[in-house]
């Protein structure tokens, strides 16, 4: 007999309210978690998917105790309040790839610097992972490819729940380097003069591995303009040098489609409008 810790009041329960109850607790589940929680709750020793979906899942679809945003995840919907919020949104996003981070502006609300309040989740995977996106209530759910997955990324906890997502460093680089990911340069710009706990070393590895001569250029200039920001105290004259030996050779552009005035020092053409994108900055 399998040994499973129920409660006392769960003694009383068919098996169908024990197995709601438990998907309650977690909120947000795949079909590999729903399936290995309901052969302990059932003790059925030779269950298949199909069983489980028929008895089980499938009523509870039907009574609207369970959603499902997208084949193989699976949402509680408490009657007496609906859960489905903020927080259920991003581990909603962390159920649909086992190799992933929530990215760009994702990652600007995480971290609780987002200028703007978006819809859109934004799911970063390697090449060759993408899913077709996907709406489930006030949320779009979009995968986008990145390089080097691996890089700077940081777990967080959301309701007992395990993300993975940019940390400060790598939500920097990358909304600098996709700014149209992020809600565009004005956004962008405005988002990070308040993201807390980006480094330099850590920055510099990044963009190293990047390898990408404009990045370091555009990371530059706005360091330049946050060098007063206490979030950025001392990270511009900490990786200043290192930077500006990036800026040699031909301009580049911060938007090819879009140039505007040309700064020396970081030997870039700017994006039109500037001035008024960094207003109260």
Partial sequence: MVLYPYYEYMLHMTKIERLNGEIQKKGVITSKELFELASKILEIEEMNYRYLYTEYLRKLLQRGMVVRPRR???VAVDPSSDPIGKNYRYIIASKIRSEYYLGFHTALELHGCAYSWFKKVTICLPRGKQFRPFE????????????????????????????????????FLDCLDRPRLAGG???????????????GEELLSILRSFDCKVCY???GYVLDILKDNPYYEGIPEEINDLLLEQTRGAPVYMDRNHPGDYNEKWNIYLIPNMNRMLEGI
């Avoid at 340069?185 to 480094?199: D, F, I, M, T, Y």
């Fill in 72 to 74: 193989g995840i699976y």
């Fill in 136 to 171: 489930f209530r006030d949320s779009r759910y979009v995968s986008v490819s990145t390089s080097h997955p691996d890089k700077g990324i940081e777990s967080i906890s959301r309701r007992g729940h395990q993300l993975f997502i940019s940390n400060p460093s790598r939500t």
């Fill in 217 to 219: 250029r555009k990371v």
């Fill in 185 to 199: 340069w004005e956004e962008v710009l405005k988002s990070l003069s308040s993201l807390p706990g980006v480094k």
